[in-house]
């Protein structure tokens, strides 16, 4: 997972690249002053537009694939509206696990697409977390596309059962909730985190 330093220290440099690339062309290209003044305006607007745009979108939740492994933090199920036009969605808040069942302790927002099946799991996921039993659930019980060499070897070493919830496109990086109706577990009881083997005396 991406840090915000890691995103700010590749968008200055993004930046600044473009300015040089800018000043090489105002020093050595051979262009009408006025082409030269529109190159710059159009840059200038370019870091003033980006900026502003780029602040809108702190704190909205991703369409990315949810991670491997993950615990479930909070969710917010917006139903779909027939008279606004909107197809609904459910809002998870999710800690990525590693393979010891440990929290990264970054917490990040997703966005899936809505359906009845997977917001009545998701409302009995809210409700197990309020008694006081952490809820976890893994990207595959998501899907994750059809057709890629990582869909093909998750077909080798998952269960059937999850498999059939699978419905999204790795290849633009969004994904489908399960199917209504689609068996598989989507949220399950958080196993306690593995500890480190002790050293034999």
Not at 132 to 156: C, K, N, T, W
Not at 194 to 201: G, I, L, S, Y
Request: overall charge negative; aromatic content about 8%; cysteine-free.
């Amino acid at each position: 997972m991406i840090d915000l330093q890691t995103v700010i220290l590749t968008l200055s440099v993004a930046y600044a690249v473009i300015g040089a690339l800018l000043l090489v062309v105002l020093v050595y290209a051979r262009l009408h002053w006025s082409l030269k003044a529109v190159a710059v305006v159009v840059t200038s607007a370019f870091y003033i537009v980006s900026f502003t745009e780029m602040r809108g979108l702190l704190g909205w939740a991703s369409t990315d694939r949810l991670p491997n492994a993950f615990k479930l933090l909070k969710a917010r199920i917006v139903e779909p509206h027939s008279l606004e036009g909107d197809p609904g969605s459910i809002y998870l808040w999710v800690e990525e696990l590693d393979e010891d069942h440990r929290p990264s302790g970054i917490p990040r927002a997703f966005r899936v697409p809505y359906n009845d099946t997977l917001a009545e799991k998701t409302h009995a996921a809210e409700n197990e977390i309020a008694a006081g039993h952490p809820q976890g659930g893994r990207a595959a019980d998501f899907g994750g596309g059809e057709g890629s060499l990582i869909d093909m070897v998750r077909e080798y070493v998952t269960p059937k059962a999850i498999l059939e919830t699978s419905g999204g496109d790795s290849s633009t990086g969004e994904f489908n909730a399960p199917p209504a109706g689609a068996q598989g577990a989507v949220f399950t009881p958080l196993p306690p985190p593995r500890m480190p083997p002790k050293d034999e005396q």
